[in-house]
């Protein structure tokens, strides 16, 4: 019998379950590079739920029990008293999620002697600390693809948002009012710009895909470059490192993992060598950028505005700068789990924890570390040796 400490975002303000907009997801093929789907031998839950707050649950209770072991939800992840800290020393296995993360540090990993799994429900485990895991011998998975179309699909709304001006323009109707000059003395058409994405991953390319129809100019910057027949397709740029791609775009659109390549990369000598006026929109990680540099540049106006749904720490303090900053069209950590999204990393997430429990292998494509050393997607998208640490999420 296993003891799973699973993490989850808090229940709604307004109660649990809500009230559901729809009755019914769509169901999907397999993801756009033909991988499969998640592939669980059941689901006890209904796709289309509320699945990834505390009472959701994932989904997981009847399964885990069914099996004989103990599950544990809890919400309250940070500092020495939470239940997470307390719950942790006998964990076998620790779930938690990007949008709410419990931060795995080297301390708290080395609290935790029986713990063997790090599971993420949803994409990026740099909450854990995978120098430590890597070093105690624990698993790190994660639901590869799970939400890279939802993440890249809250990424194109944030540039129209920020590019259109639509959120002041929607806050003048709300109030009252019928501003059209105070609406669009900021609002321009994004046909006709230059974008640039940097990290052509998948939900880099997911992007791209969605603005080709645009009519705009692409541009991407990545460590690798994309095969010939796509970049043709798509008509893109690719620049050979960011200097070279922020110089020549409006919109910089971030899709890049964190890691000491890519930590501060937005410092202000960057964004003061971006165009006046450029935009930045990041769903990556918010250490990717120097916090307090993106709120002196909206203030100049060397940036024209900045959106995202990454912060750190997670959540953020209620005076932190970004909810305050001009320009921004900021949203909370959700862009990953939509109910969309949250259904597929709810199987995946059962996947997963079958395959651990039956001693089979967990898909390559959903490990991070294994065997004591990066694995899998970890071993192309992190670098061991001060890899990520909890930071950022
Ligand atoms: P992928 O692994 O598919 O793509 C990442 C891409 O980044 C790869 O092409 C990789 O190239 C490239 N890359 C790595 N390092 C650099 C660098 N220093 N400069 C430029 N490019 C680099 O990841 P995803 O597209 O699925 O996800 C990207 C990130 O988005 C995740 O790491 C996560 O942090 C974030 N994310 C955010 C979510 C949210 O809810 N906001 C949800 C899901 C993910 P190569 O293959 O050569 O290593």
């Known amino acids: 019998m296993a003891k799973i400490l699973c993490v989850l975002y808090p229940d709604p303000v307004t109660g649990y379950p809500p009230v559901y907009a729809r009755d019914s997801i769509p ?3 397999n993801y756009p590079d033909g991988q499969t789907l998640p592939t669980p031998s059941a689901i006890d839950f209904t796709p289309g739920h509320l699945l990834g707050c505390v009472s959701g649950e994932l989904g997981l209770r009847t399964f885990l029990e069914a099996e004989g072991h103990e599950l544990i939800v809890t919400s309250d992840k940070d500092g020495p008293d939470s239940v997470f800290e307390r719950e942790l020393p006998d964990a076998d296995v620790v779930i938690s999620q990007p949008f709410w993360p419990a931060y795995l540090t080297a301390e708290r990993i080395a609290k935790a002697p029986k713990l063997k799994l790090a599971l993420t429900a949803g994409i990026g485990s740099d909450h854990t600390d995978l120098d430590a895991a890597i070093n105690a011998g624990i698993t790190v998975a994660e639901v590869t693809y799970c939400n890279s179309i939802s993440v890249a699909e809250h990424a194109v709304m944030q540039i129209l948002a920020l590019v259109r001006n639509f959120l002041p323009s929607h806050e003048w109707v709300a109030s009252g009012g019928w501003n059209i000059a105070d609406s669009v003395e900021r609002a321009y058409d994004l046909e ?6 940097i990290a052509a991953g998948r939900i880099g390319q997911a992007v791209l895909r969605r603005l080709a129809p645009f ?16 970049e043709n397709e798509l008509g893109l740029t690719f620049h050979p490192d960011v200097e070279s791609l922020v110089r020549s775009v409006d919109i910089v659109d971030i899709h890049a993992p964190l890691h000491p390549q890519t930590y501060h990369m937005f410092d202000a000598d960057l964004i003061n060598s971006m165009r006046r006026g450029s935009y930045i929109v990041n769903t990556a990680r918010a250490e990717i950028v120097v916090r307090d540099e993106i709120v002196k540049a909206l203030q100049s106006g060397q940036l024209a505005g900045y959106a995202g749904d990454v912060w750190y720490p ?12 001009p320009h921004e069209a900021m949203t909370p950590h959700v ?15 059962r996947e997963i924890l079958e395959d651990f429990f039956a001693g089979n292998d967990i898909r390559d494509e959903y490990l991070i570390v294994r065997g004591g050393e990066l694995a899998g997607t ?16």
């Open 27 to 29: 169901s999907l093929g």
């Open 192 to 197: 006709g710009m230059d974008v640039g994405v």
């Open 215 to 230: 009519g705009v100019r692409l541009h991407y910057f990545d460590t690798r470059r994309l095969p010939i027949d796509i």
């Open 314 to 325: 997670q959540p953020p303090a209620v005076d932190h700068p970004w909810r305050t900053m």
């Open 335 to 349: 862009s990953g789990t939509t109910l969309s999204a949250q259904a597929r990393y709810a199987a995946g997430t």
């Open 378 to 393: 970890g071993a192309k998208s992190y670098t061991a040796g001060g890899a990520a640490s909890p930071g950022s999420a």
